[in-house]
């Protein structure tokens, strides 16, 4: 797996861009700011996936957080640390999930 994100490809980016914003506004209407606190958390999108995969029960969980990771990093940046945190918590919870260890990861 490279460390480059992939993009969508053009046609998609402006629709993938207006979906981005609108949950990003709908985030940021059920979550006001909190004022901004020192010391913060700091690791690598690896050491996160790393510690996703170990996590996994299964290597087919091992799959999907590769491809949930890559997604997640995809489009970190045009969203608020607090949003990226809640989804990096759905992945841990999703791979977790012993009903979901038949999770097809291609339909990510």
Partial sequence: MSN???FPSNPDIVERALQIRAEVERFNGR?????A???????????LERQLVDLAPSELQAELVHRLVERTRLF???KPGEMVLREIL??????????G????PGAT
């Fill in 31 to 35: 979550w006001s700011p909190l004022p």
């Fill in 101 to 104: 260890a038949e999770t097809d």
């Fill in 4 to 6: 480059t994100p992939r």
């Fill in 90 to 99: 759905c992945v841990a919870a999703l791979i977790l999930d012993e009903s």
């Fill in 37 to 47: 606190r020192t010391p913060r958390l700091g690791f690598t999108w690896e050491e």
């Fill in 76 to 78: 970190a940046d045009l």
